[in-house]
């Protein structure tokens, strides 16, 4: 019994020393496990999410809201961040600056203007043409002589200083029916203009042109596409815009100077009222000198022709009588009649009104239409009429 006992003692012990490498094997494999469970554990976590960056859009894309403006140049190699789309905002038109011609009173830029400014304070220079003339260099240096400027005659710049527009130069003019129906045709001898009912404007342009002071070659200039052989009522024409006010006065006395072929009023202090051009006679001896009166004053006067008085006329020499010639524009002295207390002299109107200004009358003084209308509203009967070698 003791032999048996003793004979498996070293055997227990052989047997356990022979498992102790696989009990370590055991333990790593079992290390290794816990190792790789744990690893596949931090696999298997959550990842946190990261905070919400904007969107980057690169510089070349081109920003979406589009308005009336051109868009911001951008910054070289600088994200841009997208923005909400928004309406774009309302337009707003600036309010345009108004041009200098349109802003009155202003001065006068040109010889037109010049003329018609100063028609407009009863200083003519005849009819309105925008030329530079003797007419208008009279009537230039008659305001600058009423203004204490160097009387020069020319728009220089001194004289463009005090020289005011004062409102648009140009209105319009609107032709009516009226205007036609007092057209009619110009008799070419005396006897048949006394035959006819008035001896009124022939044309429309001759009408237009009277009644804003202009020649019709302006008037022409500034309606080019009218059709003046055919102008029909409503028809609307640009003219200018140079109607006489009403005189502040009535004159003290009337100038004529017969070497300036000028007419001239003045109030009691001297002050010009007007300046006019005018015709005087033709000959030398027909132009009467010294001081004269307003003896007798008719707006729209008929005429008396004598034949007697025209003996250059071949119709005038087979005449036997007088003849009365109806009132009108085309009446031998126009709208306005100033008898002076020369027996056959007086200051009157003309048919022509371009011709103005000449040595061709039979020693009466010819004043355009609308300046002889203006001066019948300045004189008065016994008014004294100085006329000037």
């Known amino acids: 019994m003791r032999r048996r006992i003793k004979n498996r003692l070293p055997a227990r012990r052989k047997r356990s ?43 070349t894309v081109p920003i979406v809201p589009q308005t009336n403006r051109p868009p911001a140049k951008l910054q070289p190699q600088q994200p841009v961040e997208v923005v909400p789309v928004l309406p774009p905002p309302p337009i707003v038109k600036p309010t ?18 010049a003329q018609l400014a100063l028609g407009r304070q009863g200083i003519s220079s005849g009819s309105l043409d925008g030329l530079i003339g003797s007419q208008t260099r009279a009537a230039l240096s008659a305001f600058q002589q009423r203004e204490s400027l160097p009387v020069t005659g020319a728009l220089d710049a ?23 129906a007092r057209l009619q ?19 429309i342009l001759e009408l237009v042109a009277e009644k804003s002071h202009s020649h019709p070659n302006l008037i022409r200039q500034l309606n080019p ?20 006010a009403d005189p502040p006065a009535k004159a003290a006395f009337v100038t004529i100077s017969l070497a300036g072929k000028v007419l001239e009023a003045f109030d009691t202090s001297s002050n010009l009222l007007a300046h006019f051009p005018c015709s005087i006679g033709q000959r030398v001896e027909k132009r009467p000198v010294g001081e004269l009166h307003v003896a007798a004053i008719a707006p729209n006067p008929n005429y008396t022709f004598d034949p007697d008085v025209f003996p250059e006329s ?10 009365i010639l109806p009132p009108g524009p085309n009446n031998p002295v126009g709208v306005a009649w100033i008898s002076l207390d020369k027996p056959g002299y007086g200051i009157h109107g003309t048919p022509s009104p371009e011709q103005v200004g000449r040595t061709e009358s039979h020693g009466c003084f010819r004043l355009a239409n609308w300046n002889a209308e203006y001066l019948i ?13």
């Open 17 to 59: 020393h022979s498992t102790f490498p696989w009990l370590l094997v055991v333990l790593v494999l079992l290390g290794l496990s816990l190792v790789g469970w744990i690893w596949w554990q931090a696999g298997q976590a959550p990842v946190p999410t990261p905070q919400a960056k904007p969107i980057v859009v690169p510089p």
């Open 96 to 113: 345009p600056e108004l041009p200098r011609a349109a802003v009155f009173p202003r001065p006068v830029q040109n010889v037109f203007e």
């Open 377 to 389: 509203k300045l004189v008065w009967v016994g008014m004294p009429v100085y006329v000037e070698p």
């Open 314 to 323: 071949a119709e005038a020499r087979q005449l036997k009588t007088k003849l």
């Open 225 to 244: 596409s009218t059709d003046w052989t055919n102008v029909s009522a409503g028809t609307r024409l640009q003219v200018p815009d140079v109607a006489y």
């Open 185 to 203: 045709p110009l008799s070419s001898t005396w006897f048949g203009k006394s035959q006819q009912t008035a001896l009124d404007y022939e044309t």
């Open 158 to 180: 001194a004289t463009k200083e005090l020289l005011f527009l004062t409102n648009a130069p140009y209105i319009t003019y609107t032709v009516t029916t009226n205007d036609l």
